[in-house]
Structures are given as C-alpha cells and as structure tokens.
C-alpha cells in the first residue's frame, strides 16, 4: 500500500454548459498527490491546470459538472478506504471540511482571496477557529478522511478560543517571515506590500494545517526576487509540516525549482507527466520540448516562458486525433490528426501521450 498518498485522481472530466455549446476543459486527466511532495501542473492558459485542481474542493463555477466517471479519491495516512468526493455537493458537510481545512489554497491575487473590510488578523482566527480541532489535526490523525471530517464535525463545540487562534495567527505570521508579526495581525490587507500580502495569504492557508495546498501561479504576479523567497519559504514550511503541495504555473523554470513531479497539461489533458528532472532532462513530448525551448540556459531558471508558436485551440474547437496536431512540428501526416495517442509509459514513471512513442 503507498501510505504516502493523499489524494487520487482518476479519469477526471469536467464539462462547463456555455451559451456558444458545451465545454470539456478537463477530460481524462489521472494525477497522484503525496505527502511531502510537489506536484508541479504546468501549460499555458486554457490548458485546464486550474480546473483540473478547483475540483478538488469544488469550487468550479457554477454551469461545471464534475462527470460520475470521475474518481477523486481522498486518502489520510494511506487509509483503504479513501473518500470518493465526486458526487458530494460543493455545499455539503464534507466538502466545507476539506475547502480550507484539509486542502488549503493560495492563487496568483492575494486581494482576491482577503476581505478587504477584516484585518489579516481576523481572517487567520476566522479558518483557524473553522477548521482547527483538538481531535481533528489532519497532520495527527490516523482515521480516514471521511471519519476525521465526521470527528471534525462532530467537534464543533471544542472550538479554540479567539485568545488561542490569535496566538496561532501572530504565529503563522512569523513563521511566513513577516516582521513585526503581533503589529502586523491588526492591519488590513491593503496595509501590507504585494509580497507581504502573498506571505500573509500563505499564512492563512497554513494556520488550518492543510494536508495538501494548492498554489496556483502564486508567484507569477511577484518580482523575480521575492517570488524566489516566497518558494524557499514554501519548500521550508513543506518540510517542517510534511504537506503535499500542488503547484499550477504556466513557467517551466519555476516548476523545475519546486516541483518533484510534473505533469504538463494541454488542452485538458496531461500530454507528459514524470519526474521533474527526468522530464526536463529527457522530455518526449513536442509541447514540453516547446515549453523548454523557450528557457534560455537551465543556469537562468527565473526566466520566465515564452509561448509555443500559434495559439491554444478554443475549448469548443477541440482537434480531431491529437489535441496538439495543429501546432506540432513533427505531426505524422495521416495519423496524428485522426488517432487520439494513448498514454506510453517510455521509462519507468514516466508517461507521454504521442504517436512518436508507441
Ligand atoms: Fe505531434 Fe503527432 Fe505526437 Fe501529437 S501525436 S505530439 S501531433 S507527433
């Protein structure tokens, strides 16, 4: 049994009921989530990285459909029997558990996830006092995960006091590396700098002791220096509480800093997933070639990534055969625009989808 793994996903397809038709931005995608360990999902906009990660704790909007054939099967400690949240409703018990309390979350816009009207203090207490029980750390158990959430629930009335969580607040500020920490706590968001702010967002999505966080593009948006600090402090915070880390980025060169496994992502599939060094080292796939090419030097790795020649098709004009056969330099004629590939496994762990490879 790998009693490492957190969360399983399988054959996910997600479909949005649009005006101009029906979408699927998310189709048949497989990914593993481990403690310890950072899933790196990388591809350009329109790839479906974002989607394929907001299932987890359902917060899609609301025209998605998350489709019955798709598994995602939460574990805690490798327990047999996961939880398979595909069909709970994005408002039930169990999903409000896992949303901010089992998977934390932190995107590319720090305002967008503060309310602007509570102090960065309060908001910490806020999801600390949600989500934090004696009887229910996710770090501690040992039950599954659908039985820690009942525990959870069940434990409502032992929540912290305020005086507690504050503690806990002014502590996961200092720890984020914000100065000036018990100051810091009464101010507003719009009263700390852009890294700051990302720094304190983090703390909010640490202070419930998450199992797994989900960082999407949480750098992008950051100078090349404090986007460097802010993954440091995430590979520390990694190691000190043993969380899984997913992280969405369309730049190759972060992933190749933070992640232990890549998946890349096109046009809702995973075209190439592995390890993140034999990826980069050895990539099969003409799209990840295409997304390496585009760093300079691996000496330069904050360089961010340019674009692969033409555009992404429109989610409601997805190619016939393979998905990436209209932008493909080496597309076999005949072929690649009628057969979908299937996923070739070309050493071991390491998946491509592509004819090159049969
Ligand atoms: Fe290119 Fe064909 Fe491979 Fe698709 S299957 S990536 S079109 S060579």
Known sequence: MDNDLLIDVKNLRVSFHTDEGFITPVDGVNYQVRRGKTLGIVGE?????????????????????????SQILFYQNGAAQPLNITPLSPNSKEIRAIRGGQVGMIFQEPMASFSPVYTVGNQIIEAV???????????????????????????GNKKMSKLEARDVAVDMLERVGIGNAGLRVNQYPHELSGGMRQRAMIAVALSTHPSVLIADEPTTALDVTIQAQILELMRELQAELGMAIIFITHDMGVIAQIADEVAVMYLGAIVERGPTRELIEDARHPYTRGLLAAIPSLDRLDTRLSSVPGDIPSPLERPAGCLFHTRCPHRIDGTCERFAPERTEVVPNHFVRCHLYR
């Open 129 to 155: 006092r949600q989500h934090r029980h004696a009887a229910a750390s996710p770090l501690a158990a040992t039950a599954t995960i659908g039985s820690q959430i009942d525990e959870s629930i069940r434990a």
């Open 45 to 69: 906009s329109g790839s479906g990285k974002s989607v394929s990660t907001r299932a987890l704790t359902k917060l899609l909007p609301k025209n998605a459909v998350i489709e019955p054939t």
